[in-house]
Nanobody, 118 residues
Framework: QVQLVESGGGLVQAGGSLRLSCTAS????????MGWFRRTPGKEREFVAV????????AVADSVKGRFTISRDNAKNTVYLQMNNLKPEDTAVYYC???????????WGQGTQVTISS
């Protein structure tokens, strides 16, 4: 069974940076795509960024384009989310997700809190 563990969340001031990490483990781990989503209270879960594991192709939400970058380290089974120029509206619980095939179900991490103070 695949497990995803996020780290790197915290409290920073607006304009600051954070880097989130998500490491996958499990004997059957084989990822097609990994990504980051976020949720704030009272809102739907929101797509943030995704990376296709083999090709490295990325996509990011318009709301974070130019500020957030997703990358991966294949050898470490780890995906990163570099977040720069953070804004108070980026405050959310950030979740890592992985799917083994196109259109397949996602496995989710437990989430990490990111709080941006103004």
């Amino acid at each position: 069974q695949v497990q995803l563990v996020e780290s790197g969340g915290g409290l920073v001031q607006a304009g600051g940076s954070l880097r989130l990490s998500c490491t996958a483990s499990g004997r059957t781990f084989s990822s097609y795509r990994m990504g980051w989503f976020r949720r704030t209270p009272g809102k739907e879960r929101e797509f943030v960024a995704v990376i296709t594991w083999n090709s490295g192709t990325t996509a990011v939400a318009d709301s974070v384009k130019g500020r957030f970058t997703i990358s991966r380290d294949n050898a470490k089974n780890t995906v990163y989310l570099q977040m720069n120029n953070l804004k108070p509206e980026d405050t959310a619980v950030y979740y890592c997700a992985s799917t083994a095939s196109p259109g397949g179900m996602y496995t989710w991490g437990q989430g990490t809190q990111v709080t941006i103070s103004s």
